[in-house]
């Protein structure tokens, strides 16, 4: 069974760092596109970064320019480097990989808090 195991969460100012990792276990993690996604409270979860196989990378437009997404397959580990934080980036923050995110599969995810 897949297992995602986000960490790296937590309380920083506005303008400040945080990188998040997320572990995946139980699945061939280097044939798999992965993502970044985060759900702030009352929204909708949205998909703000995603690596595909070659290590190209996708923003949001939200976030361009301050957020970093990398993967290292040796590890099956996936990363989000998040400079310049401001208040709206504050969510709970989720990896993942297409083919769950269509069944509806996720970890528990990590909060991220930015205060002003």
């Known amino acids: 069974q897949v297992q995602l195991e986000e960490s790296g969460g937590g309380l920083v100012q506005s303008g400040g760092s945080l990188r998040l990792s997320c572990v995946v276990s139980g699945s061939i993690f280097s044939n798999k596109a992965m993502g970044w996604y985060r759900q702030a409270p009352g929204k909708q979860r949205e998909l703000v970064a995603l690596i595909s196989t070659d290590y190209s990378a996708n923003y949001v437009d939200s976030v361009k320019g301050r957020y970093t997404i990398s993967r290292d397959n040796a590890k099956n580990t996936v990363y989000l480097q998040m400079n310049s934080l401001k208040p709206e980036d504050t969510a709970v923050y989720y990896c993942?990989?297409?083919?769950?995110?269509?069944?509806?599969?996720w970890g528990q995810g990590t909060q991220v808090t930015v205060s002003s």
């Open positions: 993942n990989t297409p083919s769950l995110v269509a069944i509806g599969y």
